[in-house]
């Protein structure tokens, strides 16, 4: 990867061109001649790709050394990688239910090489648990035809056998090799499900020797707890609930502290059968995870209708010295995250505060302030607010400089509410790529503070224009535009949008 800072002429700047080892360029600099320059560098750059000769996982680490040279230049660097061994095993390990709920488990391979037989047995409890249905993975059909299937359910026995169909070759990777849908049938489910009898093996009929974890353990949403390391999603100190204890123990682990204790989002599935995705930060994902399964454990046993969907408004409001975001006739929501900019050098935030949804964080750094809030509903009560509500009031002093980055709402499943935004942006602006990288098409946000003439457009590496999104007068606000790349090649491109005599530019990167 390459760095390259634009920015002023003064130390700072330098020093991280500097310390990333790019290039630095003068804020003011010809958008054409930076294009060149930056294409220059980067058509001169090579990509070295290591094959190792020993692709047998063995569950260690591997040391790298490459020296490459070209003409007069030679240069070297060390790398070091992790390989994990051969594995199959569930997914996920452990399983919070109940009565009545329907869940997943996936049975995985990780660092396999050359598969194209499986089989194995798995037994269960049939008492407390039934196997409704079995569906055939994505690992096995990976370059091939879907795999030959044969399932057998009996009580508490499954035989599952599969095979390569339409490929000489066995696939390598990881992936899952089938899906079992089980289902909770007694009050009291803690009981495990069990992988025997594995058959791993090649194209040539040889046995893998893959390393099988084969216990799955499946526990019940209100009968256990005190399960040391294993305990249901969010409740942090595993005494089998969650409450407002484990509500203060989310906010020792918050940011900047971001203990791994309380890293439990971003997350997918339906609560309380989530399975969590770690970022490495604790911020509003976590508390917007923490939210659902609340609002699971609260709530599960009232099953309230939905209200259909409806969309709202977002709005600034407020007098001097104070900055309100209201919603006006928003969907009901119950968990909200709102990213508000603005300049420090001219404006001073003397206090941040939650507006109607009382409960989570505030942070303000460095010209950010980040606010994310969700509701605690108690039993029986409900877990969401509506209609004319107030997501935030910050205080303040100098200019108004405000600019609201993000304002994302979800109900208490996690969905996000339909709204529009009605603030006017305070400055022209051109939001990232997303996704990014992409394929085949990605989004643009463009802010601009009045109305006027915009243009947006797509560049290549060497400078060419190989798209105009926009060119035209516009009214202030936000608009969106969409790149599709389907015609262009993988690479990097630049996105330039020009308002009012000033430029922005992003890099997007196209992966076909």
């Given at each position: 990867a390459m760095c390259v800072v634009i920015g002023y002429n003064d130390e700072d700047q330098h020093r991280l061109a500097e310390e990333t080892g790019g290039f630095w360029y003068p804020i003011g600099s010809d958008f054409d001649v930076l294009l060149d320059d930056i294409s220059g560098i980067l058509t001169a750059q090579y990509i070295v790709t290591y094959t190792t000769h020993n692709p047998?996982?063995?569950?260690?680490?591997?040391?790298?050394?490459?020296?490459?040279?070209?003409?007069?230049?030679?240069?070297?660097?060390?790398?070091?990688?992790?390989?994990g061994s051969t594995m199959i095993y569930f997914e996920p390990e452990t399983t919070w239910t109940t009565d009545g709920l329907g869940f997943r488990l996936d049975l995985s391979a990780a660092s396999?090489?050359?598969?194209?037989?499986?089989?194995?047995?798995?037994?269960?409890?049939?008492v407390l648990l039934a196997l409704d249905s079995i569906k055939a993975g994505e690992l096995l059909a990976r370059g091939a035809d879907s795999p030959l299937e044969v399932f057998t359910i009996t009580p508490g026995l499954a035989d599952i056998s599969l095979t390569r169909s339409g490929s000489m070759d066995g696939v390598s990777g990881s992936g899952v090799i089938a899906r079992l849908y089980?289902?909770?049938?007694?009050?009291?489910?803690?009981?495990?499900?069990?992988?025997?009898?594995?058959?791993?093996?090649?194209?040539?009929?040889?046995?893998?020797?893959?390393?099988?974890?084969?216990?799955?353990?499946?526990?019940?949403?209100y009968h256990d707890g005190g399960y040391p390391g294993d305990c249901m999603l969010c409740d942090f100190d595993c005494d089998g609930d969650i409450d407002t204890r484990d509500f203060v123990l989310l906010g020792t682990y918050w940011q900047p502290a971001n203990s791994a204790?309380?890293?439990?989002?971003?997350?997918?599935?339906?609560?309380?059968?989530?399975?969590?995705?770690?970022?490495?930060?604790?911020?509003?994902?976590?508390?917007?995870?923490?939210?659902r399964m609340w609002n699971w454990y609260h709530l599960v046993a009232m099953g309230r209708?939905?209200?259909?969907?409806?969309?709202?408004?977002?709005?600034?409001?407020?007098?001097?010295?104070?900055?309100?975001?209201?919603?006006?006739?928003?969907?009901?929501?119950?968990?909200?995250?709102?990213?508000?900019?603005?300049?420090?050098?001219?404006?001073?935030v003397h206090a941040s505060h939650l507006g109607d949804i009382e409960n989570g964080f505030v942070t303000n750094?460095?010209?950010?302030?980040?606010?994310?809030?969700?509701?605690?509903?108690?039993?029986?009560?409900?877990?969401?607010?509506?209609?004319?509500?107030?997501?935030?009031?910050?205080?303040?002093?100098?200019?108004?400089?405000?600019?609201?980055?993000?304002?994302?709402?979800?109900?208490?499943?996690?969905?996000?509410?339909?709204?529009?935004?009605?603030?006017?942006p305070r400055r022209f602006a051109l939001a990232p790529a997303k996704p990014n990288p992409f394929n085949p098409a990605t989004a643009i946000e463009v802010e601009i503070p009045s109305e006027g003439i915009l243009t947006v457009d797509v560049f290549d590496l060497t400078g060419r224009r190989v798209s105009s999104l926009?060119?035209?007068?516009?009214?202030?606000?936000?608009?969106?535009?969409?790149?599709?790349?389907?015609?262009?090649?993988?690479?990097?491109?630049?996105?330039?949008?020009?308002?009012?005599?000033?430029?922005?530019?992003?890099?997007?990167?196209?992966?076909?």
């Open positions: 047998i996982p063995e569950g260690g680490w591997r040391n790298v050394h490459v020296t490459v040279n070209t003409g007069d230049f030679e240069d070297s660097d060390d790398g070091r990688y992790y390989v396999i090489t050359n598969l194209y037989d499986f089989h194995t047995e798995i037994t269960w409890n049939n089980f289902r909770a049938i007694a009050p009291i489910t803690t009981t495990e499900v069990r992988m025997q009898n594995v058959v791993a093996r090649n194209p040539a009929g040889a046995d893998l020797g893959a390393a099988v974890r084969e216990w799955a353990y499946i526990r019940d949403i204790d309380g890293d439990v989002g971003p997350a997918t599935g339906t609560a309380p059968m989530l399975t969590p995705v770690p970022d490495g930060a604790v911020n509003f994902e976590d508390l917007f995870i923490f939210g209708p939905r209200i259909g969907p409806q969309f709202g408004e977002i709005s600034f409001g407020g007098t001097d010295g104070s900055l309100e975001i209201l919603g006006v006739g928003v969907p009901p929501f119950g968990m909200s995250h709102i990213v508000v900019e603005f300049d420090p050098s001219r404006t001073t750094f460095d010209g950010v302030i980040d606010l994310a809030a969700i509701s605690l509903a108690g039993t029986g009560e409900p877990a969401e607010i509506s209609g004319n509500v107030k997501l935030a009031r910050i205080e303040f002093s100098g200019e108004n400089t405000f600019l609201v980055r993000e304002v994302d709402l979800r109900d208490a499943r996690g969905e996000k509410a339909f709204f529009e935004t009605n603030i006017v926009y060119s035209g007068e516009l009214s202030a606000g936000t608009h969106n535009f969409t790149w599709d790349g389907s015609g262009e090649p993988s690479g990097i491109y630049f996105i330039k949008a020009s308002f009012g005599g000033e430029s922005a530019v992003q890099r997007a990167v196209l992966m076909k």
